[in-house]
């Protein structure tokens, strides 16, 4: 299975906060309350002008969305946390994106869900 990623971009918050706000995602995340637009746009404006983050799409052979991974820089480690779009799940795109990523970026990670 391939997967390939591109970054986040503004026109990116809504589907995301649709993928956050599915309760099975919202079962199995650290806040585990639907979070409100207003505070999710807040929330995104920042990650994008964020140096330290770096968020990105990951995108199945066809082109369409099929989840998010972000790296997070905290005092010299990264931390991983990602979510599959609800529509996607239990195809592999999960581990996928993991082996993808650590493609990409190489290194030692610390995740979230």
């Known amino acids: 299975m391939k997967i390939s990623f591109r970054r986040a971009v503004k026109s990116d918050a809504s589907i995301i906060l649709e993928w956050r706000n599915d309760p099975l995602t919202v ?13 999710h746009l807040r929330w995104f404006a920042r990650v994008l002008e964020d140096e330290r983050v770096s968020l990105f799409v990951a995108l199945n052979e066809e082109q369409d969305a099929v989840g998010s991974i972000r790296l997070d820089e905290r005092g010299g480690e990264i931390w991983l946390s990602w979510m599959i779009a609800p529509s996607a799940r239990g195809r592999g795109y999960g581990t996928a994106m993991l082996k993808g990523i650590f493609q990409m970026h190489g290194g030692v990670f610390n995740a979230e869900i």
């Open 27 to 39: 079962a199995q995340s650290k806040n585990q309350n639907p979070v409100p637009l207003d505070d």
